[in-house]
Structures are given as C-alpha cells and as structure tokens.
C-alpha cells in the first residue's frame, strides 16, 4: 500500500505567523500535490510538482509557497498566515502515468 | 477552462435502493481520464474506479460508472446503497499531458436505514 505521511496532523497558527506543512512519501513517485479541501469547494489543487527541485502553482497558489527538495519530501509554506487559511490540507503522490494518486490523512489547520 | 461539476451536495438515501450521483465535466482535451474518489469520515480520499474510454462501464466495489464523452458525463451508480457507503464522493478528471487531478465540489452520501 502507497504511504503518503503528513506532520503536523493538526496546527493552531497565529495571524501573521509562518506555518510549514509536511509530506514524505515512501512510493518513489515523481508526482506530488497540495490540495485544501472546504465544504462547498471541494479539493482544490494550490501547488504540485513533479520531481525534486520543482514545483509549479495550482488553481489557488495565492498566500502559499511550497518546496520539494527531494523525492519523497514535498511541503507547503504559508509565510504571513490568515484565517482564511483555516481548512484541511491534503498532500498527495502520484507515478507518472497519473494512473491513481494516494493521499495522506491530511492536516487540520486552524488560523486564529 | 476545465471543470468538473457535481450538483448535488448532499443526497440522502435508504438503505437498498438505488443511487446515482451526478458529474458531468468540460474541458478542451481529448485525451483525458475520469476518476470517482470516496472519503470516509476522518480519513484521506481513496482511488474507487477510473475510466478513460468511452462507453465503457467500469465497476468497483458494487459501484458503478460510464463516461459519455457525448454527453460529458461520469456519473456514479449504485444498485442497492448500503449503510457503509456513507461518505464523500469527489469526481476528477485528468488531462493526460498534466498528470493533475482536478476535483469537482464532492457529494456527501448518507445512508439511512
């Protein structure tokens, strides 16, 4: 089974704070994805890469820097934190091919 | 742009009846590939079935679903709903020349007894 873990699994951020969102994942896969997920808007896709040392923007990248310095390490960096933030964060691999994508258990931000 | 739709934010059905929830999708692609994700409560989105060619049935789990490019459409059927398909379900569609998932909004699917 494809392992895609994420640290924090739950964060509290202040306004204005940095908050760095990691993923690992353990499937040798050239892809990976950050994704937040709200009700009514479902998965939207904020940054993705597809190999180390790239990373390109998604449909909602605004307020979001992300790094992938390696195969299996992908994170997401929200430099100036703010409540609009506030959501669930998936990350995800993927091969190649695009055949499936796995997610992790995703973490719950919340920006006070 | 490409976009998948999924109308229905909630449907609630009864235990052994039947249920279809709606994805209908545009985009400017030919070559693309359509996926039904399924999230329990509390845990990550998983694979349920994909589908790339049209007209074709694809089945999983007593789901099922068939694009129709005519109509842009990869609804998700089931004949008889149990309890433990309760859940959010999320269509997706990929361009292949991106190798990106793009999700509709999800629908969340209660089944009652």
């Known amino acids: 089974e494809a392992a895609v873990t994420q640290s924090p699994r739950n964060k509290v951020a202040v306004t204005g704070g940095k908050v760095t969102l990691s993923c690992n994942q353990t499937?040798?896969?050239?892809?990976m994805y950050w994704y937040r997920q709200d009700t009514g808007h479902g998965l939207r896709l904020i940054h993705y890469s597809y190999g180390a040392g790239s990373t390109e923007k998604g449909d909602i990248p605004d307020g979001y820097k992300a790094s992938r310095p390696s195969q299996e390490n992908f994170s997401l960096i929200l430099e100036l934190a703010t409540p609009s933030q506030t959501s669930v964060y998936f990350c995800a691999s993927g091969d190649a091919k695009g055949t499936e994508v796995f997610f992790g258990k995703g973490t719950r931000l919340t920006v006070v | 742009g490409d976009s998948v739709t999924q109308t229905e934010g909630l449907v609630t059905v009864t235990e052994g009846l039947p249920v279809m929830l709606n994805c209908t999708y545009q985009t400017a692609y030919s070559d693309v590939a359509f996926f039904w994700y399924v999230q329990y409560l509390n845990e990550a989105p998983k694979l349920l079935l994909r589908?790339?060619?049209?007209?074709k049935r694809t089945e999983h789990q007593g789901f099922h679903a068939t694009l129709h490019k005519s109509s842009s459409s990869f609804h998700l059927q089931k004949s008889s709903v149990q309890l433990s398909d309760s859940a959010l379900y999320y269509c997706?569609?990929?361009?292949?020349?991106?190798?990106?998932?793009?999700f509709g909004s999800g629908t969340k699917l209660t089944v009652e007894p």
């Open positions: 499937n040798n896969h050239n892809n």
């Open positions: 589908s790339s060619t049209d007209n």
């Open positions: 997706a569609l990929r361009m292949s020349n991106y190798n990106v998932l793009y």
